[in-house]
């Protein structure tokens, strides 16, 4: 069918942001049915995610906010192939519409996350539509909602790194800096913990079996190995855990001590931290 004009084209790239020549052929296709012609442009998105399933998206945004509350945030990782494709305005803009509907939503968890509905399609069908259009696979791999008193987001330059830190809320404490500080310490060092009490149990007796194989392979003397290898385990902590972390922007002090200086009752309660880099 030839007869397809450029404004049924048109109408059909603004309803499902495909390009102009995909349009014009699923026009032709369907013979000018424009519910078929968006039906095939759909089916083409499952067929190059199909065929895409084996490849790496190792490339992506970190998409977050917080609500005006200050009390809610959400936060998921939209990964693609390339990092071109991360700057492609369609990806940004539907990750930003997906963001801004799963913190009204207030939206629990990643399969959740997938089915929110959104203009009348869930959000799996919205992406299906994007890696019709752009041809690389993209998938959203990782989602978190913080509630907290006072919840902080962090987004680190090129949206690579993303932080949401909880906390009690302490009227007369300065939040914005304190927050703001506490993310970027999480962005830069990567803890795993709030402090050494909060780590399992699994993990000290494994960080300990750890030590004590060390210290053997040392050649320590075997009434040492115990008294170095704790001395092993609590820089494993000073290391991994928020509170017992050098302060990055003063060494001289651990972040305990930088929120204690603050106020002695300001508590992080909890944080998530998501980096593309990091897998």
Known sequence: MSNISAKEVNELRKATGAGMMDCKKALEESGGDFDKAIELLRIKGQKVSASRQDRDAKEGIVFAKVNSENNIGIMFEMNCETDFVALNSDFLALGNTIVEHALNAKIADLDSLNQLVIDGRPVSDHILDIVGKIREKIEISRYAILKAERVTLYIHQGAKIGVLVGFNNIGSTDMAVVGNDVAMQICAMKPLFISEDDVDQATKTREMDVAIGQVKEEG?????????????????????????????KDASQSIGKYLADKNKELKVTEFKRFGINDK
């Open 220 to 248: 320590k003397p075997e009434n040492m190995w115990e008294k170095i290898a704790e001395g092993k385990v609590k820089r494993f902590f000073k290391e991994n855990c928020l509170l017992e972390q050098e302060n990055i």
